[in-house]
């Protein structure tokens, strides 16, 4: 017969972790953390990120070139929709280099679409699979594949429309799975004092991978056709998904390189996060969880805000100072470098809190109002300065910039409540944050298509709501303690 009572400790003055005996009278003593592997595992993870979302992103910018005809876009499902493409003869320099499609609005606009519902859905089970089998693997094999679809998307658009959304599609599915795979590492190889700097440097990754993409497609495009766009971050992805097999372990453990005294900090830190891969999931208990549902809805409100950003900043800047798509690109692309910048720096102001002897749940709902209240604010006051380039460009900038302070919130704050069970539920969280990377466009489309002017407003009006009214569940039930339903548990035969 079996019974579920609560592990104890293996002796009183020592435990096992990761397989590793330490000792738990003495208090971890910590490593330089720029000189140490958990920060270099963290800039890998920084640069896998980079490399996931350039590659979702590029058709963005390149379907400025690679369609005839792009004056009559819609506003919705593109971030470089709406922008002049033929103000310096940017679209026919291209158009010399590369083959153009006659596919309307509405293709185009399931052509973006078609890879979002693959990221949507396989987030959580990507942290789920990289919980049984390791992030290594599931991350690794995510980033070849996404790679190699990326290369072969200008031949599938060549061989039919058809092709080019399968392949979309699939890409999808496999940049999901790379996204929701990656937060298994944190399970084991971030201290607890650390997770908000480590988690942050990891995620920024998709912020420069943004900005890069923005910066620079539009130029290779013109230089050397919109084919190679993909050709270049393909080839890029291919090259560093060797080197994560060759560089990436999934613990400290098994780490041939090392330093024994930070394997040693590393594990004593986590003492406490025993884990049992053969425990079940406690499903009833986290669908009844305030804490938990109030994490995944601030984070998929905080998510309207962010794509937001990504779909419409060019839009924006093109509808009101009707500037070329070099210009554009580079607008578009500043408020993304300094999101960046500041994603990492609030990793380390959180960390910083906390070792001020701030309460853990103070930390995390004050960054997350930080990233949450200022950027929508800021983004409702746009049609109001407007007539102002300088005031304009500079609220976008602030506000994009200052969003990603939710990396080191409400996005790690599974790793708060329950340990065990962060790479799924992180994973989960943001597909279904992942989802308004499906609405905004539809419901900017809605509003755009009635009133320009008028419709900017209203779009601003209903993320600043949205956002906040996230905000607002997180700050009242949002928590840090770990819940009843994610602590150890073992099986006593009786």
Sequence with gaps: MATETELKPVSEQSEFVLGMQVDKKTPPRKVLSLCSMRFGIAFMVHFSNFTLIAQNSIIS??????????????????STEGLP????????????KAPVYNWSPQTQGIIFSSVQYGMMLMQGPGGFLAGKIGTKKVVGIALLVSSLLTLFIPLAASLGLALLLATRVIQGLTQGTGYGGQFALWQKWAPPNERSRLCSIALSGMVLGTFTVLLVGGIISEALGWPFVFYIFGGIGCVYSLIWFILIYDDPVSHPWISGSEREYILSSLHQQVSSEDQPLPIKAMLKSLPLWSMCFCTMTHQWLVNTFIIYTPTYISSVF??????NGFLSSLPFFVAWVVGI????LADFLLSKNFRLIIVRKIITTLGTLPPAALIVALPYVQSSYITTIAFLTLSCGISPLCQSGVYINALDIAPRYASLLMGTSRGLAHSSAVLVPIVGGFFLSQDSEFGWRNLFFL?????????????IFGRTNIQEWAKERTLTRL
């Design 85 to 96: 493409t033929n103000l310096n003869g940017d679209q026919h320099e291209a158009s010399v």
């Design 463 to 475: 993320l600043f709501a949205i956002s906040q009214f996230g905000l607002i569940i997180f700050l």
């Design 345 to 348: 720096l609030g990793g380390l």
């Design 61 to 78: 910018i390149t379907m400025v070139a690679m369609v005839n005809s792009t004056d009559n876009q819609p506003h919705l499902n593109s």
């Design 322 to 327: 009707n500037v070329n798509i070099r210009d």
